[in-house]
Every structure is written in C-alpha cells, then in structure tokens.
C-alpha cells in the first residue's frame, strides 16, 4: 500500500503557471506507476498525465496539448506535474494516483484499482 498526500494547489490568472507535487510514502516507489487525474465540479474524474515506474515514459491526456509535463524523482518518492499556460477550464481538484506493476495506461483505463491523494485545488482565474 502507498499514501500519498499532494501539494501545490492555488488560484492563479489565466497563461499562469503552477507545480503540483506528490509525495508518496513507502519504499518501492520505482515500481509504481504514477499519475494526475483531475475532477471539476459536476464532471467526471478524467486522466490528465501518467508516467512510467522508470520515469523514461509519460503519457498525457489530448486536452494537455504540450502545455503539462510529469516528472518524478525517484530518489524522493515524489512525482511532479507542471502546468503552463493555464486555463480557466483547467480548474479542479486534481488528484495523484499510483499503481503498482502497470503502465500508466492502465493506471488512466482502470482507475477503480489505483490508490490515490486527497486532491489539491487549482483555480484559474479569467
């Protein structure tokens, strides 16, 4: 089992920026898929980013269009997701989640399984 606990949320204008932050606990970390989903109100949760257990392979979600990129840091059980050129349809509570053994494309198809944070908001303002 893993926890994890994300950071970084906040309200930022329209073309802003912000670093989301995942710390999982536990000591396989590198064996553990891992991802970003996010959840606005009244909508379905919905797959943003995921990366391999190694780091060398990310998969992101159309909507991304370049502007996200995930990253981890296995040596501080830590996973990343920088935002650039956000939106104010990229508002939600977004969510880490983790997986062991997988690829990060059954962490997006098969959510149900995956552990996951408490969320952190992000807001983006018009």
């Known amino acids: 089992q893993v926890q994890l606990v994300e950071s970084g949320g906040g309200l930022v204008q329209t073309g802003g920026s912000l670093r989301l932050s995942c710390a999982a606990s536990?000591?396989?970390?590198?064996?553990?898929?891992m991802g970003w989903f996010r959840q606005a109100p009244g909508k379905e949760r919905e797959f943003v980013a995921g990366i391999t257990g190694s780091g060398v392979g990310t998969y992101y979600a159309s909507f991304v269009e370049g502007r996200f990129t995930i990253s981890r840091d296995n040596a501080k059980n830590t996973v990343y997701l920088q935002m650039n050129s956000l939106e104010p349809e990229d508002t939600a509570a977004y969510y880490c989640?983790?997986?062991?053994?997988?690829?990060?494309?059954?962490?997006?198809?098969?959510?149900?399984?995956?552990?996951w944070g408490q969320g952190t908001q992000v807001i983006v303002s018009s």
């Open positions: 989640a983790a997986r062991w053994g997988v690829s990060p494309v059954v962490l997006r198809t098969h959510s149900t399984n995956n552990f």
């Open positions: 536990g000591r396989t970390f590198s064996s553990y898929a």
